[in-house]
């Protein structure tokens, strides 16, 4: 009996059998890619949020503390009051902070557009060419076309923000802004200098830390701030935004999962119930029930494995392009290496991997002789 058990292999039955074994493989793999992009096209959705609201903070922090500039009437008045206080808080920050990367900024806002929706970005404007190219130096852009700001109302912009609102991306800023040159950088980034007199003037902080707690620490040193954006409080309001989102994001799965997961069922019982004559004929010649599961099991775990192969090659295929001609061209930036959907992907095949015994318990449990069936 040990030397029919050891010619019990599912290889001649998977290579005399290219067709069924490669209809489940495909079913499967196929299965794999879509739970997957379905993850990606989810995704494009939330990420654009999370690399604008909150990415660029792991190495900035925006604050301003209480001021009272006195009474003014003007603009003009308030701006030429408002910037020396400014100008005060920023060395007092340099100097509780133990850094010099303390700077004034003008802040003003403009559009992204998303998927589904809107969303706004910061622009910053600087005072001088020396604090604007340390600036882009330390966020990591590269000036990619044109040149850099050089008059007043000139500003530069990464060129997936151009690629998403083109010159669109001016009109929130008003007119007498241009744009003069394209960076790259992991962030959406606008800088340049500020045309007439933008009056929201903040202390900006550079730094290589996503927990430089710069908040605690000048909070510590008795600073009262009107206002701050960190990496901390960022993540914060992304999370809460996007919680009804992943909430949705998850059922989407679950529901798609669920019926593509009854498909591959479906075609997996298939696959069982036409090797039913052959486990018969396999028992008849002296092999057990417990061997011929046996054997089952490792045909189904090759026909799983070559299908994670598989549709990890399709799902890759499917991102990249859907990447390439949807998403990059509307810039936004959207994972493609996902594992958290690799996963669910994994988990999925999992769980049909174990409802798949329930056939094929079924089916050994009628296995009959040769005789028997005669």
Known sequence: ????????????????????????????????????????????VIEPFETNMYGAFAKKTLFCERVDPGEYETTEEWNELITPLLEEQRDRAREDLGTDEVYVVRAGNVKINTIFGEAYTQVFYFDNEEDMEHYAEHMGAHLVSGRMP????????????????????????GDGHTIVGQV?????????????????????????????????????KGWDLAFYNDYESE???????????????????????????????VVLSIHIRDRHEEWCLFNS????????????????????????LLGGILSALAVTGLDTFMIDPMGLYVHIIRPGDAQKVILMLIAIFGLCQIPLFLQIRTINTVDQIE
């Open 1 to 44: 009996m040990s030397s029919k058990k050891a010619k019990l292999s599912p290889l001649p039955y998977i290579s005399h059998n290219k067709r069924r074994t490669g209809a489940l493989v495909i079913s499967l793999s196929v299965f794999a890619m879509m739970i997957y992009t379905l993850g990606y096209l989810l995704g494009c």
């Open 150 to 173: 050089e008059n007043p109302g000139e500003i530069v912009v990464d060129t997936m923000a151009y690629k998403n609102a083109g010159e669109d991306i001016l009109k929130t800023l």
């Open 184 to 220: 790259e950088c992991p962030y959406y980034i606008l800088f340049g200098y500020p045309y007439g007199i933008e009056n929201n003037l903040d202390i900006l902080v550079l730094h290589d830390d996503q927990d430089a707690d710069i908040v605690k620490k000048l909070e510590d």
């Open 235 to 265: 993540s914060e309001m992304y999370h809460e935004m996007i919680e009804q989102l992943e909430d949705i994001k998850m059922l989407v799965t679950a529901i798609s999962g669920c019926l593509l997961g009854i498909c591959v069922l």
């Open 285 to 308: 010649i002296g092999f057990s029930s417990f061997d011929i599961y046996i054997l089952a099991v490792k045909e189904i775990l090759i026909c799983f494995g070559a299908a994670i």
